[in-house]
C-alpha cells in the first residue's frame, strides 16, 4: 500500500534531507507513549550542508524561512526514521520550539519560523498544524540559522 | 452555574480576555492526551502589544514581571479555550517555559518570571505549582520583553 505522505512528499516535490546523527551521547529521538520527542535539529539541506549565518544581519527575512523550512524538513526526516520509516503514524505535530540566530534587535521571529509552519501544513494537512513558541538566541550551535526541536504524536 | 476558578477569578478581580488567534500557519494550543501544549504568550494586553523592550536596559525587573504576569493571563485564557470554557477542568500546570528578552549580562531571570508564577498559584492553589525554566534570550517576537509557554493536564 503507498504512503499518503510519502505520496504527497512526491506531490510537493519534496526530498526528504538526510538524516542528521548526533555525534555524542544524546539521541535524535526519543519515543514516550505516543509522543515523539525530537532533538533539536538544525537546517540541513538535501546534500547534508547546513544553512548558517545570522537571519536580519548575514542571512535576510526570506533567507531565514527557507532556514526554517530545511529545519522542518529534518525534522521529517527524524520522524520518519524514528518510525520506522511510516510517516502515516504521525497524528499530529503537537509543539514547535523554534529558535532564530539573530541579533539583540531582531523582531521578526514568527516571519522565520512560519517557513517550518507552512511546510508541515503543505506535507500534513491540519496534523501538521502545532502549537509553538518562537525566540531569539544571540548564536546556535556551528553558526546555524536556526534550530527547532518538536514533540510529535503520533498511533 | 460558575465554576470554583471563576469565583476565585472574580475575587482575584481578575477578567479573562478571548485568546488571541495566531496569524500564520499554527494554533494558539494542541491537546494531546489530557495534556495541553500552549503556543508561547506575549504580553498583549486589550488586543495590544505592551512591554515592549529589552531588560536590563529600558525595562526594569518590576516592569518585566507585570510583562510575565499579562503572558500568565493568556496561557489562562488559552487553557480555558482549550477546557471548552470550564476552568475546573484544570487538574495541574505541569511546566512553564520563560524567555526573557534581556541583555547579556542579565541574571535576575527568576523574579520576573515569577510574576507568571506567582499568578497561576493564585488563580489555581497546588494545582498551578509548576515546573519551569527561566532564561534570557537575546531577542523576541514584536520587540516583547517576556514570552511564556506552557503545558497544562486536563480532565
Known amino acids: 500500500m503507498t504512503s499518503k505522505i510519502e505520496t504527497r512528499l512526491a506531490e510537493l516535490g519534496i526530498t526528504l534531507p538526510p538524516v542528521f546523527a548526533p555525534a555524542a551521547n544524546y539521541l535524535g529521538a526519543q519515543i514516550n507513549g505516543n509522543l515523539l520527542y525530537i532533538s533539536g535539529q538544525g537546517p540541513v539541506k538535501q546534500d547534508g550542508s547546513l544553512v548558517t549565518g545570522r537571519v536580519g544581519t548575514d542571512l535576510t527575512v526570506e533567507e531565514g524561512y527557507e532556514a526554517a523550512r530545511h529545519t522542518a524538513l529534518e525534522l521529517v526526516s527524524q520522524t520518519r526514521q524514528a518510525l520506522d520509516g511510516d510517516l502515516d503514524l504521525v497524528t499530529r505535530w503537537v509543539k514547535l520550539f523554534a529558535m532564530v540566530n539573530c541579533g539583540p534587535d531582531f523582531t521578526q521571529q514568527p516571519q522565520v519560523i512560519n517557513g517550518a509552519s507552512d511546510v508541515l501544513v503543505e506535507i500534513f494537512g491540519d496534523a501538521g498544524r502545532h502549537a509553538r513558541s518562537a525566540v531569539g538566541m544571540s548564536s546556535l550551535p556551528v553558526g546555524i540559522s536556526v534550530e527547532i526541536e518538536a514533540i510529535v504524536e503520533f498511533d | ?155
Not at chain 2, 497546588?126 to 514584536?142: E, I, M, N, Q, Y
Open chain 2, 1 to 155: 452555574m460558575a465554576g470554583k476558578i471563576d469565583a476565585r477569578l472574580a475575587e482575584l478581580g481578575i477578567e479573562i480576555a478571548t485568546p488571541a488567534v495566531p496569524q500564520a500557519n499554527y494554533v494558539p494550543y494542541v491537546i494531546s492526551g489530557n495534556l495541553v501544549y500552549i503556543s508561547g504568550q506575549v504580553p498583549v494586553v486589550d488586543g495590544e502589544v505592551k512591554f515592549k523592550g529589552k531588560v536590563g536596559d529600558d525595562v526594569n525587573v518590576e516592569t518585566a514581571a507585570q510583562a510575565a504576569r499579562a503572558c500568565a493571563l493568556n496561557i489562562v485564557a488559552q487553557v480555558k479555550a482549550a477546557c471548552d470554557g470550564d476552568l475546573d477542568r484544570v487538574k495541574r500546570c505541569i511546566r512553564l517555559g520563560g524567555f526573557i528578552n534581556a541583555t547579556p549580562d542579565f541574571t535576575d531571570q527568576p523574579p520576573v518570571i515569577n510574576g507568571a508564577s506567582d499568578l497561576l498559584v493564585d488563580i489555581f492553589g497546588d494545582a498551578g505549582r509548576h515546573a519551569r525554566f527561566a532564561v534570557g534570550a537575546g531577542s523576541l517576537p514584536l520587540g516583547v520583553a517576556v514570552e511564556i509557554d506552557a503545558v497544562f493536564e486536563i480532565s
